[in-house]
């Protein structure tokens, strides 16, 4: 069974940090780009960054404005995608989705195969 579990969410005063973990298991994700979205409420869910197989390749949205960073951890059994969040807004509340896609462009696209449950992030003012 695949899954895309999240952890790290909660809950920040502006201008605090967050490191959001993603854990893919149940299959092999090699060569898989990895990636995290957000969806805040009344809104279109949307990329806020993605990451190639290797870690070479980085994406980002615009929102972003180098506040965020994706890295990655391939393992044989294992694989892990992280998004450290510095310098947090009340803009940035949303709820957090991991996904994996083993396309980059489909998955800046949010065409992905695998999704996570999500986890929240709130940031208060």
């Known amino acids: 069974q695949v899954q895309l579990v999240e952890s790290g969410g909660g809950l920040v005063q502006a201008g605090g940090s967050l490191r959001l973990s993603c854990a893919a298991s149940g299959r092999t994700f090699s060569a898989y780009a990895m990636g995290w979205f957000r969806q805040a409420p009344g809104k279109e869910r949307e990329l806020v960054a993605a990451i190639s197989w290797t870690g070479a390749d980085t994406f980002y949205g615009k929102f972003v404005k180098g506040r965020f960073t994706i890295s990655r951890d391939n393992d044989n059994d294992a694989y892990y995608v992280y998004l450290q969040m510095n310098s947090l807004e009340p803009d940035d509340t949303a709820v957090y989705y991991c996904?994996?896609?083993?396309?980059?462009?489909?998955?800046?696209?949010?065409?992905?195969?695998?999704w996570g449950q999500g986890t929240q992030v709130s940031v208060s003012s």
């Open positions: 996904a994996a896609e083993n396309s980059l462009p489909r998955l800046r696209n949010g065409r992905c195969d695998y």
